[in-house]
């Protein structure tokens, strides 16, 4: 789904006095300031900042034109979150995703987005909502099966301090 490739360009600046990340075209520039690069709170606001802006737009777009294949269902909000312990929620009509889904191929992302829609529907994972979500994508047991694994090493890769 975001078929721009992104370069991420690493460069070293002793005179910056924080570590900076700045999008410019298809380029993710990070510009440390010190060759013990830590991955804290600070750095982690910043990447997620970046990666709304990658994403924020075109996923709203995908969860529109899904929703209007699928359920069909009004949305209030549609948000993207630092999230690394589920991959989306749903909380009345308002629909919340990861960051994550970043590092996802399509067929994941979509199925990510038909399962919160679903939610719109059913705000359960009762059996009806699984007949529902499988009339969509009959294949979403093997999908599901490989977002855990993918979430876990994701997890395990990014642990903020
Ligand atoms: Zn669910």
Same mark, same amino acid.
């Given at each position: 789904?975001? @078929?721009?490739?992104?370069?991420?360009?690493?460069?070293?600046?002793?005179?910056?006095?924080?570590?900076?990340?700045?999008?410019?075209?298809?380029?993710?520039?990070?510009?440390?300031?010190?060759?013990?690069?830590?991955?804290?709170?600070?750095?982690?606001?910043?990447?997620?900042?970046?990666?709304?802006?990658?994403? &924020?737009?075109?996923?709203?777009?995908?969860?529109?034109?899904?929703?209007?294949?699928?359920?069909?269902?009004?949305?209030?909000?549609?948000?993207?979150?630092?999230?690394?312990?589920?991959?989306?929620?749903?909380?009345?009509?308002?629909?919340?995703?990861?960051?994550?889904?970043?590092?996802?191929?399509?067929?994941?992302?979509?199925?990510?987005?038909?399962?919160?829609?679903?939610?719109?529907?059913?705000?359960?994972?009762?059996?009806?909502?699984?007949?529902?979500?499988?009339?969509?994508?009959?294949? &979403?047991? @093997?999908?599901?099966?490989?977002?855990?694994?993918?979430?876990?090493?994701?997890?395990?890769?990014?642990?903020?301090?």
């Amino acid at each position: 789904m975001w @078929e721009v490739p992104y370069n991420l360009i690493w460069t070293y600046d002793s005179s910056v006095s924080q570590p900076k990340i700045k999008l410019q075209g298809n380029e993710i520039n990070i510009t440390l300031n010190n060759t013990k690069f830590k991955l804290d709170k600070v750095f982690a606001a910043k990447w997620t900042r970046v990666l709304k802006l990658i994403i &924020y737009d075109r996923l709203a777009l995908r969860v529109q034109e899904i929703n209007a294949l699928t359920v069909k269902q009004p949305i209030e909000k549609i948000a993207l979150k630092n999230n690394f312990s589920k991959w989306g929620s749903c909380s009345g009509q308002k629909l919340s995703f990861s960051l994550m889904l970043f590092f996802c191929s399509s067929a994941q992302i979509d199925y990510v987005i038909v399962h919160e829609l679903c939610h719109l529907v059913h705000k359960n994972h009762s059996t009806s909502f699984w007949k529902l979500l499988g009339s969509f994508i009959p294949k &979403y047991r @093997e999908i599901d099966q490989s977002l855990k694994f993918k979430s876990y090493k994701i997890g395990a890769l990014l642990k903020f301090e």
